[in-house]
């Protein structure tokens, strides 16, 4: 430490020990209960420890409702993903044999089986 080092410390001492000397009765009383408390050892609380686990517990359910879909595939459109409501035999024409202006607005087929299947709000 360099001599300007040791009178900043030497000076510190002093301004602290005036400060603590010049603290009114009730002050430094409520100044020790602050620091028993700060030093006292945290309680755990049941609460506490099983948040831990319940909480890995809930994030591993939500992942693997995620992942795991019985029925649906991610990459069908949700006309084709419910194609088992619908009949065996009820399979879409083959493109050869099929009338070529059936596929003209494929968007339009595609939106009427989406909203075939929600249920209707209209009376």
Known sequence: MSQHDRELERRAQQLYLGASR????????????ARRT??????????RRLM?????????????????QPGVSPSAPPAISQAGDADA???????DSADP???????????????????????
């Open 22 to 33: 010049d603290v009114d009765p009730a002050m430094a009383g409520r100044l020790r209960a």
């Open 38 to 47: 700060a030093l006292a050892r945290p309680h755990a609380s049941t609460a």
């Open 52 to 68: 831990l686990p319940a909480g890995a517990f809930a994030v591993l359910a939500l992942a693997t409702l995620m992942v795991w």
């Open 89 to 95: 035999n009820d399979l879409p024409p083959d493109a």
């Open 101 to 123: 202006a059936l596929y003209k607005d494929l968007q339009f087929y595609s939106w009427l089986a989406y909203n075939d299947t929600q249920p209707s709000s209209r009376k």
